[in-house]
Nanobody, 125 residues
């Protein structure tokens, strides 16, 4: 059983940068693809970014060029660096783990077996 704990959320202004991280425990971190999803008030959860076991990345079009996902297998941690933040990036950000094939970059929430509780990111306009 994998436990995921997100941290680093907060309140920032539009145009600012913010990094969030997700610490994993209870499993073999390097055997999981790791993803970030977000859910804004009144909206469905949506895909943000994912990084495969081998380091391949995939981004939602809405964040491509502004967000960067990375992982540190030695620290069992996945990161999401968010630059040029917009008001519409406001959401609860969740990390998730999927025991995928090494090159896979899953982008559907149903692909992921384990989820954190989320961290709030609020971008004021």
């Amino acid at each position: 059983q994998v436990q995921l704990i997100e941290s680093g959320g907060g309140l920032v202004q539009a145009g600012d940068s913010l990094g969030v991280s997700c610490q994993a425990s209870g499993g073999t971190f390097r055997t999981y693809a790791m993803g970030w999803f977000r859910q804004a008030p009144g909206k469905e959860r949506e895909f943000v970014a994912t990084i495969s076991r081998s380091g391949n990345t995939l981004y939602a079009n809405s964040v491509k060029g502004r967000f960067t996902i990375s992982r540190d297998n030695a620290k069992n941690t996945v990161y999401l660096q968010m630059n040029s933040l917009k008001h519409e990036d406001t959401a609860v950000y969740y990390c998730a783990a999927d025991p995928a094939l090494p090159w896979a970059t899953p982008s559907r929430d149903v692909d992921y077996d384990y989820w954190g509780r989320g961290t709030q990111v609020t971008v004021s306009s």
